[in-house]
């Protein structure tokens, strides 16, 4: 049915897995898949070979689109070559709020099903994915766990290990920079990142014990 999807959910919880099955189900079908990602994304590509790759090995071509592109002529030029039957967009985040009404108007004719984050690090949501609670004609969540085994909500970026809500929006990286995580385990991990503060009258206490000690 045409209409604008937008299927979220945390890091790690299977969503471009999802799309890429998604994908599989529609060409097994004989239909036209156009398959797009943000060139935000730049992981696992090659000049001549753009691809959207799960962290479970499943993967596919695709076309790249940049920040500024007008997504309504990048699928009329591809509709042109061949009919599209569908339109499937992986880190659907990165798109700006134009990007995303133009995929609404996509979807007046045939489905668009996007794949993304709901917030970033500092738990905002992306521009993106904003327009796209706004604008989406059904909402689904991709449920992942915390460790703790609550649902993940949250993208924690770690820095040296420690949680950090400082720094630009947008770090591309996997298990090396963030951790899904539930909001409270979050919080406690971003609390136990802050510098501890010196009780500095405890220090001098103490060491004018340890001096009558010694005397």
Same mark, same amino acid.
């Given at each position: 049915?045409?209409?604008?999807?937008? #299927?979220? &959910?945390?890091?790690?919880?299977?969503?471009?897995?999802?799309?890429?099955?998604?994908?599989?189900?529609?060409?097994?079908?004989?239909?036209?898949?156009?398959?797009?990602?943000?060139?935000?994304?730049?992981?696992?590509?090659?000049?001549?070979?753009?691809?959207?790759?799960?962290?479970?090995?499943?993967?596919?071509?695709?076309?790249?689109?940049?920040?500024?592109?007008?997504?309504?002529?990048?699928?009329?030029?591809?509709?042109?070559?061949?009919?599209?039957?569908?339109?499937?967009?992986?880190?659907?985040?990165?798109?700006?709020?134009?990007?995303?009404?133009?995929?609404?108007?996509?979807?007046?004719?045939?489905?668009?099903?996007?794949?993304?984050?709901?917030?970033?690090?500092?738990? !905002?949501?992306?521009?993106?994915?904003?327009?796209?609670?706004?604008?989406?004609?059904?909402?689904? !969540?991709?449920?992942?766990?915390? #460790?703790? &085994?609550?649902?993940?909500?949250?993208?924690?970026?770690?820095?040296? &290990?420690?949680?950090?809500?400082?720094?630009?929006?947008?770090?591309? &990286?996997? !298990? !090396?920079?963030?951790?899904?995580?539930?909001?409270?385990?979050?919080?406690?991990?971003?609390?136990?990142?802050?510098?501890?503060?010196?009780?500095?009258?405890?220090?001098? #206490?103490?060491?004018?014990?340890?001096?009558?000690?010694?005397?």
């Amino acid at each position: 049915m045409a209409k604008l999807y937008f #299927k979220y &959910g945390a890091m790690g919880s299977s969503k471009t897995a999802q799309a890429l099955m998604t994908r599989f189900n529609y060409t097994q079908k004989g239909y036209n898949v156009l398959l797009l990602k943000s060139s935000v994304d730049n992981r696992f590509e090659t000049a001549f070979n753009p691809q959207v790759v799960s962290r479970i090995g499943l993967s596919a071509d695709c076309i790249k689109f940049s920040s500024g592109e007008n997504l309504l002529n990048l699928f009329t030029k591809n509709n042109y070559s061949k009919k599209v039957d569908v339109v499937i967009v992986d880190e659907c985040q990165f798109a700006s709020k134009t990007q995303v009404e133009q995929l609404k108007q996509i979807s007046k004719d045939i489905p668009v099903l996007c794949y993304g984050l709901l917030t970033n690090f500092k738990t !905002e949501l992306f521009e993106g994915s904003k327009r796209l609670i706004e604008l989406a004609d059904s909402i689904d !969540e991709v449920k992942s766990v915390c #460790k703790c &085994g609550a649902k993940a909500t949250v993208n924690a970026r770690k820095i040296n &290990g420690k949680v950090t809500t400082s720094g630009e929006e947008i770090l591309i &990286g996997a !298990e !090396e920079s963030y951790e899904s995580m539930c909001y409270w385990c979050f919080t406690k991990a971003l609390e136990n990142s802050k510098p501890k503060l010196v009780d500095f009258k405890a220090e001098i #206490k103490n060491k004018h014990y340890n001096y009558l000690e010694r005397e």
